[in-house]
């Protein structure tokens, strides 16, 4: 693939190149077909060529794509009205930027300012980006170790274990930051109780307490926001990946007295913002809304739970199948590339967490039909690794 030689070694790549989607489909330039549980990590959301996404850019670009936030627009306007409309209790103001990263570094700024402390404390497990503070609070060591040292006073607890949390967290803790499903490190769901457990210790103790649910919010686990399934908000909320419908986007979501910390100058982004983003992430806010794809993303996560268990009973090769809606994990026993590969040979895209687990984040549109072609073509696969590797049932 020649953009090999000039973008580096940097992505774990698949030998498949996409020319157009639609809905949960895409196509490659032969013509191939496959069926989206990659969704662009989770950005697919509203699904490919979604109706009103690209109407809303089309209608944009006629008019103006860049409005630096030191003017007004009133695209922006509508949009900042619509997501704090639907935002969790208390978050009625938003900074706006371009990537999840972004949105978790603002975060980090916002946390330390208001609170006037520097300890951050994040989770074993966690994902929060690749930027240098964003990084710092993520726990894989493989992505930290080459840039060290890093942003200093991060701890991490025991995700799920409120214990190891309180034994971390001391008079300079600013934050605590979790994603109410961890998604990078295998679709690994908060056990009940402990949002709640982490607000209530939070508040005792003076503690901003941040969500990330770049990857598991707008809808994605059969709710609008992840936190939801525990009745649980944060003071802070980060969002990206699929909020403009496939164009880049991050907002950060934030109680109002954190936000009136920050001075004039001490946090911006120049393209946050834009009317381009901003037109598209109206449209897709209405989408999920208004055109049932939350309830889409509940009821087809359900029958593909159900479908991907009754496989677990059959394929040995299965160790666990867990998440929420349309963020779903199933952890195998064996490396997944050759399950991964196999399955784009049968026109299937999947995405991976880690070595051994399948991750699974198509677009909320995804059909029935579809989920069943899925695990009759997965089913096919880890039947054929079996025989491979000689597992017997």
């Keep these: 693939m020649s953009e090999d030689q000039f973008m580096g070694n940097l992505y774990q790549r698949f030998p498949v190149t996409l020319e157009k989607g639609k809905g949960a489909h895409v196509w490659d330039v032969d013509g191939k077909e496959y069926i989206d549980c990659m969704g662009g990590y989770g950005v ?5 060529q979604n109706e009103r996404v690209n109407k809303a850019i089309k209608d944009q670009v006629d008019k103006i794509i860049t409005v630096h936030s030191s003017l007004y627009n009133k695209t922006r306007e509508e949009f900042l009205k619509t997501l704090i409309g639907l935002a969790p209790k208390n978050l009625t103001q938003v900074h706006l930027n371009n990537s999840g990263a972004e949105a978790v570094e603002a975060a980090i700024k916002f946390a330390r300012k208001f609170t006037g402390k520097k300890g951050m404390v994040a989770m074993k497990g966690s994902y929060h980006g690749k930027s240098f503070g964003a990084l710092s609070i993520t726990f ?16 991490f607890a025991s995700y799920g274990d409120i214990e190891s949390l309180r034994s971390v967290i001391d008079e300079d803790t600013a934050f605590v930051i979790l994603e109410p499903i961890q998604g990078e490190s295998g679709i690994n769901v908060a056990p009940d109780g402990f949002l709640q457990d982490v607000r209530k210790l939070c508040d005792e103790k003076g503690i901003i307490l941040i969500f990330d649910e770049i990857q598991a919010g707008l809808g994605r686990t059969g709710r609008l926001w992840a936190c939801d399934h525990w009745n649980t908000a944060p003071d802070i909320l980060c969002l990206a990946k699929g909020i403009a419908g496939g164009v880049p986007m991050g907002a950060t979501l934030v109680r109002p007295d ?19 983003s901003c037109a598209a992430g109206t449209a897709a806010l209405k989408a999920l809304t208004e055109d049932g794809l939350i309830e889409n993303s509940e009821k087809m996560g359900k029958i593909f739970h159900e479908g991907l268990e009754k496989l677990k009973e059959k394929h040995p090769i299965i160790r666990e199948v867990r998440g929420k809606g349309l963020m779903i994990g199933v952890e195998l026993k064996f490396e997944v590339r050759d399950v991964l590969m196999s399955l784009i040979e049968k026109g299937i895209l999947m995405l991976y967490s880690g070595r051994n687990i399948l991750r699974i984040l198509p677009p909320l549109v995804i059909t029935e039909e579809d989920i069943t072609k899925v695990l009759q073509t997965l089913d096919t696969v880890l039947s054929e690794e079996e025989k491979k590797r000689n597992v017997q049932g």
């Design 258 to 276: 954190i936000l009136a910390a920050i001075s004039k100058g001490e946090h911006s982004s120049t393209f946050g913002g834009n009317p381009l």
């Design 140 to 155: 894989n060591p493989k992505y930290k170790k080459a840039f060290q040292p890093l942003v200093e006073k991060v701890s």
């Design 44 to 48: 697919a959301l509203v699904g490919h």
